[in-house]
Each structure stands twice: as C-alpha cells, then as structure tokens.
C-alpha cells in the first residue's frame, strides 16, 4: 500500500523517466554521504586506510547503483578530523550544511564521540566504522549505530581467552603489564582490562599510559624490565605500537607472550611484512574477518594490488559502508529519518566479517565480536573461536 | 627499580637527550646573550630545519649526518637574513617590538608548515634506526649516541669559534659594550646577524642529529622551545658553559622522571627545576649575580 508521499515520489519518477525517456535510471539523484576520517595527523595512517576501504565499498556499490532508490549512486563527501574530535565535530557542521544523508566515520574513539553527538543535533545518522568506547552508544544518541565490537566485549573476550590459554598450557603466565595509549580508547581498554584479569587469577603489575605520538618507549621498556611480566598488553595505535614492540627487541626483553588488545601486530599485515622478526608469535584480541569467506580474500587482493595493506581500517569502513547502503536501500529514500529507522531494523548479513545478520540494540550491532590471531610462520592466523581457526594457538611463546 | 640495570639505561638516555637539548639550548643563550633578544621562533626554526632534513632524506635520499654540511649553513643563511632583513628592521631598535616580532614569526612559520605538510608526523627511517650498541647493562639506540657525540662536538666547536676566533672576540666585545664595540670599528649589524645566524645553525645540527631518532610535525618546537628556556635560565643567561651542563642535566631529570612517573608526568620534574631556580638562583647555575 502506497501513502500519499511515495504516491508522489512514484509519480515524479515515472514523469520524469517519461520526459527523458533516453537517459531513464541514471537520473535517480544521487545520496550524498559523509566519509569522516583522521586522514592527517597523528592517526593519519589509520585514518587514509580507512577512507581508502570506504572508497572501495562506494564504488562497488556505484556499479549497480541502489535499487530500492532506482539504482541512485552514492556521493562521497569527503572530511578530515585532523586527529582531534573538535575538527571532526567542525566536519559534521559542514557535512550538515551540505545535506548529507548520513556520515561514516570516525575511526578514534574521542572522534567519534564528538561527531556522533554533533550528527545527533541534527539527526543525521552516523555509522561508526571502528570507534570501541562503548560511552559511543551507550548516550541514547538514535542516531548513532556501530557495526563492529565496543571495548567492553573486546576486553571480556581477550580476558575470557587468556584464561583458558593460560589453562590448558598449565598456568604458565600470573603476571600482566599494560601499556596503553592515553586517549579514551587506550585508557578505557586497559581500565576494563585491569578489572577483569584478577578474577582470572592474574596479578596486573603495572599499568603505564604513553601520549600520542611517544618517540621514545626506552623508559617504558626499562620499567618493563624491572617488573618482568610474564604477559605484556599493549593497547594503543600504530605508530607507537611499533615501536614499543621494537624497543623491547632492542632492549631484549621476552615476556611469555605479547598479547595485544585492539590493534597489534598480529592483526595488521603491514607490521608483519615491515618487522617480520618483532611480529612473530604476537597474539592480537582485534576487529577481523571470517577467514572462510572468499569475499574478505578478493577485497584483499584488490587493496593489495593498490599498494595497500588490509588492515582492520580496511575492512571495518568497507563493511561500515555497505551497512549504511543497505539501509538507504530498505528506507528506499535518502531522507534521514529514513534512513535511521532502516538502520534500527537492519538485517543486513551480506557481508565478510564474523557478525552473522545485524541485529542493532540502542545502536549496538549485537552480534559482532573480535577474533583472535596469532603470527604464526609469517602468516596471521585465527586461533578462536574455533568455527573460525585456521591455526592451534602457541602459548606461551617462551616458557 | 632502583636497581643499577635499570637506573644506568636510563641515565644514559638521558644524558644523549640531554646533548641534543644543550645544543638547542646553546643556540637560544648565543643570541640571548649577545643580542638580548628573546627568540620566541627558536622552537619554529628547529621545526623548519626538521622538514629540512626530511625532504633531503624523502626527496633525494640522503643521509642525516650527510645532510649536515647542507643543513647547518642553509639554517645560518636563513638565520642572518631573518636577522638583517626582518627582525632588524621591524624592532626599531626596542626590545619589546622584537619579542613581538619573533613570535609573530613563529606563528607565520608553523601555520606554513601547516599548510604545505599537513599536521601529519612524519618520521624517516635508516639502516641504523634499530642498531643498538652495549654499553654494561645498558641497550642505547645507535642514533641517540651519535646525536650525543655529534651534540657534544657541535657544542664544543661554537665554544671555540666564541672563545679563539676574531668573530668571537667581536661578539663578545658587542654583547659587552656595544657602542665600544662601534668606535672600535666593529659591524655590530653583521655580528648581530652573524649571531642569529650561528644560533639557527646550531638548530639545523640538532635538526640532522635528531631525526633519525625522532619525528616531525608543524608543532614540533614547541615542545624543545619550552625546555631550551628552561635550560638556558637553569645554566644562566648567556652563558655556554651553563647551557651545556643544564642540557645535560634537564636530560638526565627528564629521562628519571618518566621512569618513576610514567611518561606523561615525567616532564614535571623539568618545570619543578624551572621553578626552583627561578625562586632561589634567579642568576642561573653559571651566570653572574645580576
């Protein structure tokens, strides 16, 4: 049954397909989104990759065009966060300006924060790509929606694994030392993490915060020495994340295992092919793909053959961005409001990560998870759960 | 963590940071001393001699410590024009104007930076990024003790260039009695840009010494400014041998405060020093009582 709006948006389409009978679908107007990322500053690299995944995600979906808005194209609008949330927020504005339909973005934690509550002012709906502080969904903002897991799951489920690796190898490993970075994704996890591991008989010896960017870990690593953890967890981004691992191999400090919690070398193909070496035996609690699907294989050889690696940015933006098209789909309109309450009912299920259909509960895809991978040979391998392990775990790396 | 194996490591870093500092320090104290300028775009020229670097390395491959014969005269030459062409002529011959105009040149520098690099930080990489060498128990990075000797040598030389040479004698004879100075036949105008000139160079060595082992962004400065301040009111105003000794141990203060208070509050211990010499020494470890 057809109300009176899409009775006259019907006709405005058959009358103008009438009118110009020869160009026909191709004049669907196209939806103009927002793709916000830190694609300059400290969190420049993570920021491009994702910008990079949601480029590839619109033009596969530009290909058909979407059909539920008569094969309308996707309209990139293109924002940089500089790496702080007051430029992400001044983004939103202009986005908003603009008339955007809906924003993806905005990799960091504190980013997202401000430009989801700045998106929320003017209902616009947001779609967080990879942002794991759960304070993200948890401030009754409707517009708001992340796909991928908030810290508090990642912690329980790095916790819940440790555990049972620590177990099963004969409880090898009692002592953890965190190093994490400083902004609300660092603090929270490790926060989180702290709580969490005395339950499961480890004793957190130290918990030490670093500022981004640290160019020197030398001080960090010298009181690693003196606690001498069994278990190092590093949470924290990229660059300092490297280096951090590199300066205890220049320091030749060996704990049992690094096992790192949202981020690490064991999720990210660059670190392994630049630092082989440093990489090999990290167990990463991360964001990651179904191995098993051959889509995830294909969208890595595409960004591989761009010179790019396919890192967790990636794929999260990527399956952020057709999330988002398959509700304008279902909403069958470009209208915000739409488009927010298609992305509240959303099913969506054709896609590469480990989540089954989405199933959103006050913005909060339930049923995503991280999966843990481990450096194993050179390659990174999925190690748990076990419907999706591609290798037996090696724990502990040292004994 | 009191132990020998952890204290002498970071002790060690200290004192290599501490080097890079003095130098810094060392250029800051040059002009102060002589010009009685107060160079608020010393921390934006170290971010400028930084990009130096980084483009010869990015752009044309060549090494840091081969950047130097490039780097160090190019700063001077930018240094003695800034002096002459700008901050000369814009002073009017009053201290206040020239405070203003070097932070004015600050601002305009790093917003360029802003423009033409991005706030990105960018970092080079070498052979020898990752090389360590034993010194006891300590691992110290190959970059850090060449930055310290290079540091070192720099700062012995400016000593010497100050202490041996005619230019020296000139420079020390306009900070002391400038109209002397005049009626004695001295250009005070070329050696005042000849002392901005040297500080700045003294920048472009840290620049080269530095990079290996550290990154770069339009806001670099600001953050060594800061402590080269400190440095130079802790050794006393104008004074070398103080900038080198205060850059050592605001080093060495730094290095210990991040081990025992983690690397986001270890910088306290520096401005705790500020502080306190500013209290109870306001002269400076080596400076004359005023």
């Not at chain 1, 103008?16 to 927002?34: H, M, N, S």
């Not at chain 1, 005395?198 to 130290?206: I, L, T, Y």
């Not at chain 2, 034993?134 to 540091?151: D, E, N, R, S």
Request: hydrophobic share 50%; net charge positive.
């Amino acid at each position: 049954m057809s109300n009176r709006r899409t009775f006259i948006q019907q006709s405005a389409a058959a009358a103008t397909t009438l009118a110009f009978p020869l160009v026909g679908g191709a004049q669907a107007k196209a939806v103009k989104v927002g793709i916000l990322h830190p694609v300059t500053g400290a969190l420049a690299f993570s920021g491009q990759q994702c910008r990079e995944g949601a480029l590839m995600a619109v033009e596969d979906i530009n290909k058909a065009g979407i059909k539920g808005l008569g094969g309308a194209k996707l309209e990139v609008m293109l924002g940089d966060a500089q790496s702080t949330p007051q430029a992400g927020a001044a983004e939103i504005e202009k986005m908003n300006e603009a008339g955007c339909a809906a924003v993806v973005g905005a990799y960091a934690s504190a980013i997202c924060l401000a430009t989801t509550q700045a998106a929320a002012k003017y209902n616009l709906p947001h779609v967080v790509d990879v942002g794991v502080a759960d304070q993200i969904v948890q401030r009754g903002l409707k517009n708001t929606f992340r796909f991928g897991p908030g810290y508090a799951a990642c912690a329980q489920v790095a916790v819940g694994n440790l555990h049972v690796l620590n177990t099963l190898a004969g409880k090898p490993a009692k002592t953890v030392m965190i190093i994490h970075e400083e902004s609300l994704f660092g603090t929270g996890t490790a926060n989180l993490l702290a709580r969490e591991l005395p339950g499961f008989g480890f004793e957190v010896k130290d918990v030490i915060k670093h500022a981004n960017p640290t160019r020197d870990f030398n001080n960090i690593v010298l009181r690693m020495k003196s606690v001498n953890p069994d278990i190092v967890i590093p949470a924290n981004y990229y660059n300092e994340y490297a280096l951090l691992v590199r300066t205890m191999q220049q320091q030749k400090v060996m704990p049992k295992a690094i096992y790192s919690v949202l981020g690490g070398a064991a999720s990210s193909y660059k670190f392994l092919k630049e630092f082989p070496d440093a990489a090999n035996g990290i167990i990463d609690c991360n964001h990651w793909f179904n191995p098993k699907d051959k889509r995830a294989a294909e969208l890595r050889q595409r960004t591989e053959a761009k010179g790019l690696f396919f890192t967790y940015e990636i794929f999260n933006t990527y399956t952020a961005v057709r999330l988002l098209a398959d509700a304008i789909d279902r909403a069958k309109s470009a209208d915000r409001a739409a488009i927010t309450d298609a992305l509240a009912k959303s099913t969506f299920s054709d896609h590469f990560m480990p989540y089954g259909a989405t199933r959103f509960e006050n913005g909060q895809n339930m049923g995503a998870q991280p999966l843990m991978t481990q450096v194993i040979k050179g390659d990174i391998r999925v190690i748990v759960p076990r419907e999706y392990r591609e290798a037996d775990p090696i724990f502990p790396l040292r004994a | 963590m009191l132990e020998f194996g952890i204290l002498f490591p970071s002790v060690l870093n200290g004192l290599t940071t501490g080097a890079v500092y003095a130098l810094i320090a060392l250029g800051l104290t040059l002009i102060y001393g002589v010009l009685h300028i107060i160079n608020f775009a010393h921390g934006a020229a170290l971010m400028v001699a930084l990009y130096g670097v980084y483009l010869l390395k990015s752009r044309f491959g060549i090494d840091p410590y081969l950047a130097l014969p490039v780097v160090v005269p190019g700063m001077f030459v930018v240094g003695y024009a800034l002096q002459r062409g700008i901050i000369n002529r814009a002073s009017h011959g009053r201290d206040e104007n020239i405070l203003l105009v070097t932070l004015g040149l600050s601002i305009v520098l790093e917003n360029l930076a802003l423009l033409l690099f991005k706030s990105d930080t960018r970092t080079i990489e070498t052979a020898y990024t990752l090389t360590t060498l034993q010194i006891g128990p300590a691992f110290i990075a190959l970059p850090k003790l060449v930055a310290f000797a290079g540091a070192l040598a720099a700062s012995g030389l400016l000593l010497w260039i100050v202490k041996r040479t005619d230019l020296g004698r000139a420079i020390r004879a306009v900070a002391k009695e400038k109209h002397g100075a005049k009626l004695m036949g001295i250009d005070v105008d070329h050696v005042y840009a000849m002392c901005f000139g040297i500080g700045l160079g003294c920048l472009g060595a840290a620049a080269c010494f530095l990079l290996p082992a550290y990154y770069v962004n339009p806001q670099v400065g600001s953050g060594f400014v800061l402590v080269a301040f400190t440095i130079v009111v802790l050794g006393g105003m104008g004074s070398f041998a103080g900038a080198l000794v205060g850059g050592l141990l605001i080093g060495v203060v730094e290095s210990i405060g991040g081990l025992f208070l983690g690397e986001s509050l270890g910088q306290i211990g520096i401005f705790a020093i500020f502080i306190a010499v500013l209290l109870f020494r306001p002269q400076g470890l080596f400076g004359a009582r005023v």
